[in-house]
């Protein structure tokens, strides 16, 4: 969706812009009525001028309906991330100077992950997992260590995961940044390249979540951050593996989220976050740059999701970030009737076979 669109429908779901034009309309001072009247009748396409100004009020009652509905179901829904409670349950956060928590990221070494760990070594000590060295900028940071491991062998994760917690502690913040991607077809696609997707992209996340969620239980405060993507929507041709993956991790949160609601003692201190990140300039799109932008992709600096992730993290509560946020829309494409998707999908997919 093109920028002026979506800027419009943003502000038509608006309920305090839509409300205070209904309320200045039906019940305002008569010489602002007359003001904004004026051009409305003649410009709305009904012959009656009293008609036109009535079709307008009603369209506005709707969309300020729309929008207040869409507002209460907003806070309802964040309210339900973070596990029905106004205020974060369990033990505080110790952000600062002093670097009492210890955040725990994966693939930290390039994209995203290289990002949030610039924004976490100031306020946190910082462990990073990555099968890539460590570039030197982030090596010279205060409180940064980093752990080669290949997030493809659970084994590996298990014994770097024991080496952390015997050097370190136990993390309270763990955020799942790492994945790959193939960017082939199904059929030209082998086993053991899908195979390693879905072990970077998905069962790291199980067997890390394993390893350090007991801790933040007994710490009563722990944050799991799932770097998953708008892929988690959207089954893209020549992407499918990523594409389930991301499901899958999409899937894992809500999951773990739920699991802490009813299965683990002090769970309701837990807070989950899954990101859902669209086109951004990272290594997983290295390749294919140049056709994106061709093609007139806007590719996003990777600073756009860490900042937001920081931001949430800090914050102490749960959440859903897409970024860039109008993205949240696209993410409802799967409630739409199939034939609604097949129209919007068939762009998709041309686009992308262009780009192959």
């Known amino acids: 969706m093109s920028l002026i ?4 429908k943003s502000t ?9 034009l209904l309320y200045l309309l039906t019940l305002g001072p008569p010489h602002i009525r007359a003001r904004l009247l ?7 396409l009904y012959r009656d001028g009293a008609a036109r100004v009535a079709q307008f009020i009603t369209l506005l009652k709707a969309l300020v309906a729309i929008g207040t ?3 209460i179901s907003g806070l309802l829904n964040r309210l339900a991330l973070n596990n029905w409670s106004l205020r974060r349950q369990g033990a505080a956060f110790a952000f600062g100077p002093q670097k009492k928590e210890l955040v725990l990221i994966t693939g930290g070494s390039s994209g995203f992950g290289y990002e949030m ?5 100031r306020v946190a000590r910082v462990v990073v997992v990555d ?13 940064v260590h980093f752990y080669r491991c290949d997030l493809a062998d659970t084994s590996a994760i298990v014994s770097i995961s024991q080496t952390i917690r015997q050097t370190h502690g136990a993390p309270s913040i763990l955020i799942n940044n790492a994945g790959i991607g193939i960017g082939r077809s199904v059929l030209e696609t082998s086993n053991s390249e899908c195979e390693k997707v879905f072990q970077v992209n998905l069962i790291s996340h199980f067997a890390l979540i394993r390893e350090f969620l007991p801790a933040m239980l007994e710490m009563r405060k722990g944050h799991i951050v799932t770097i998953a993507s708008m892929a988690s929507f959207v089954a893209t041709p020549g992407s499918v593996d990523y594409c389930c993956s991301k499901v899958a991790a999409l899937y894992l949160s809500d999951g773990i989220r739920a699991e802490c609601l009813t299965r683990y003692p002090n ?3 837990i807070c989950t976050t899954s990101v859902h990140p669209s086109w951004h300039a990272t290594g997983i799109i290295k390749g294919n740059v140049k056709d994106l932008v061709k093609h007139g992709v806007v590719l996003d600096p990777p600073s756009n999701v860490s900042d937001r992730v920081v931001e949430q993290v800090l914050a102490g509560r749960s959440g859903r970030i897409y970024v860039p946020r109008a993205q949240e829309g696209n993410a409802r494409l799967r409630e739409w009737p199939l034939w609604a998707q097949d129209v919007v999908m068939g762009y998709v997919w041309k686009r992308a076979s262009e780009l192959e």
């Open 131 to 143: 099968v890539v060295e460590m570039p030197e900028e982030l090596r010279v940071l205060s409180d």
């Open 267 to 269: 769970g309701s201190s």
């Open 38 to 44: 004026s051009p409305l009748q003649s410009t709305l």
């Open 117 to 121: 760990v610039k924004g976490f070594a």
């Open 12 to 20: 038509l779901e608006e309920p305090l812009l839509t409300g205070t």
């Open 5 to 8: 669109p979506q800027r419009l």
């Open 69 to 71: 509905l869409k507002r």
